[in-house]
């Protein structure tokens, strides 16, 4: 469990880097991306084998078909949104936010389906870590919608969605955990 823990706080800490500490980030300039992305790295690595490690504990609540179902409309939704994001869909001019969202989408239908101590850290974790971020920001910075995005993006924006959650939905198959109940 301590891995798990020790990944969403470098997780965490590491995003959280420029916002808590601006001056120090700035100062670093271009040098900073790169041990950035090696924290990311190194705590994705923890998460996932401090995750696959842990022992569940007391489960307080186990799947049902329809957590299974609120859970894989929400994942739908959380791909959908990074696909918004990069492409700067409509989604994008509404939501000010459509990564940080769509990490906090797929980290609530997680909970809903995982209701055992190592899935409340991590993804009650990386939940808690994304309205922080979204708080930060948003007290920071000014919001500037995007242009508007040709009606091909969005097009392309839904079919990578179905296509990208078809690959998740089959790796969680490969890996044992078959994600239509």
Request: proline share 5%.
């Amino acid at each position: 469990m301590t891995l798990l823990i020790l990944g969403v706080l470098l997780w965490s800490l590491a995003h959280l880097f420029k916002r808590l500490a601006p001056a120090r980030r700035a100062a670093m300039g271009d040098r900073a991306k790169g041990g950035v992305a090696l924290a990311l790295l190194v705590s994705l690595v923890l998460m996932v084998v401090g995750y696959r490690a842990a022992d569940p504990g007391t489960i307080y609540w186990g799947r049902s078909p329809m957590m299974t179902g609120i859970n894989n409309l929400l994942m739908l939704i959380s791909v959908y949104l990074f696909a918004a994001s990069g492409m700067k869909t409509r989604a994008a001019r509404i939501i000010r936010h459509p990564q940080l969202t769509a990490v906090k989408a797929w980290a609530l239908g997680h909970l809903l389906v995982n209701g055992d101590l190592p899935s409340f850290i991590l993804f009650g974790g990386l939940l808690a870590w994304a309205v922080v971020e979204v708080i930060l920001i948003n007290r920071q910075t000014e919001w500037q919608k995007p242009a508007p995005a040709p009606m091909g993006k969005e097009i392309g924006a839904v079919v990578g969605t179905v296509v990208v959650f078809g690959v998740i939905s089959l790796i969680h198959a490969w890996l044992g955990y078959y994600p239509f109940g």
